[in-house]
């Protein structure tokens, strides 16, 4: 059974940091590339950013800068580093192994 579980959410203050951690099991986690999508209520989901299996990396616009993905392959875990936070990167954060091993999606809320 594959599993992609998200953990590190929370609430924030404007200005703060926050690491997001993305646990997979039932994989060969290295093989795959992970990306990071965010959804805001009442807003489509959006793109974050990804991380290739060379390590390599990939961010929005609205976050390059500010946030760092990052993986351990010997955990088997992405992380998703944050800072600078804003209160519109106030969303529910998911992250996805390949093209459609989702984990359920934490919430993050960012307050002024």
């Known amino acids: 059974q594959v599993q992609v579980v998200e953990s590190g959410g929370g609430l924030v203050q404007l200005g703060g940091s926050l690491r997001l951690s993305c646990a997979a099991s039932g994989v060969i986690f290295r093989n795959f590339v992970i990306q990071w999508d965010r959804q805001a209520p009442g807003k489509q989901r959006e793109f974050v950013g990804r991380i290739f299996v060379d390590s390599g990396t990939t961010y929005a616009d609205s976050v390059k800068g500010r946030f760092t993905i990052s993986r351990d392959n010997t955990k088997n875990t992405v992380y998703l580093e944050m800072n600078s936070l804003r209160p519109d990167d106030t969303a529910v954060y998911y992250c996805?192994?390949?093209?459609?091993?989702w984990g359920q999606g934490i919430q993050v809320t960012v307050s002024s």
């Open positions: 996805r192994l390949g093209d459609s091993m």
